[in-house]
Nanobody, 122 residues
Framework: QVYLEDSGGGLVQAGGSLRLSCTAS????????MAWFRQAPGKEREFVAG???????SYLDSVRGRFTIIRDNPNKAIYLQMDNLTTEDTGVYYC????????????????WGKGTQVTVSS
């Protein structure tokens, strides 16, 4: 069992930055695949960024070069550094664990955080 707590969302102007955090508990963390998904109003939830068991990163094409996913093993946490935000990045961001994440395909794991709202204003 994995428990996830995500945080760090907020309101930011286009071009600004935010850093999301997700802390995990309940299972060995260092090799646990971790990811961020997001869901915009009226749209399906989509993969944003992930770390596989060997810390290989993967990204949604539209965020590559602007977002960075980082693992912090001592604190059992991952972060999503989001820079140069656009209004298209608005949505609820969810931490996810134990899935399969790559640049070509991804499947969510069974463990989810409650989500944190990111709103980017123009």
């Amino acid at each position: 069992q994995v428990y996830l707590e995500d945080s760090g969302g907020g309101l930011v102007q286009a071009g600004g930055s935010l850093r999301l955090s997700c802390t995990a508990s309940g299972r060995t963390f260092s090799s646990l695949p971790m990811a961020w998904f997001r869901q915009a109003p009226g749209k399906e939830r989509e993969f944003v960024a992930g770390l596989n068991w060997s810390d290989r990163t993967s990204y949604l094409d539209s965020v590559r070069g602007r977002f960075t996913i980082i693992r912090d093993n001592p604190n059992k946490a991952i972060y999503l550094q989001m820079d140069n935000l656009t209004t298209e990045d608005t949505g609820v961001y969810y931490c996810n664990a134990a899935g399969y994440y790559s640049d070509y395909t991804s499947s969510a794991g069974d463990y989810w955080g409650k989500g944190t709202q990111v709103t980017v204003s123009s």
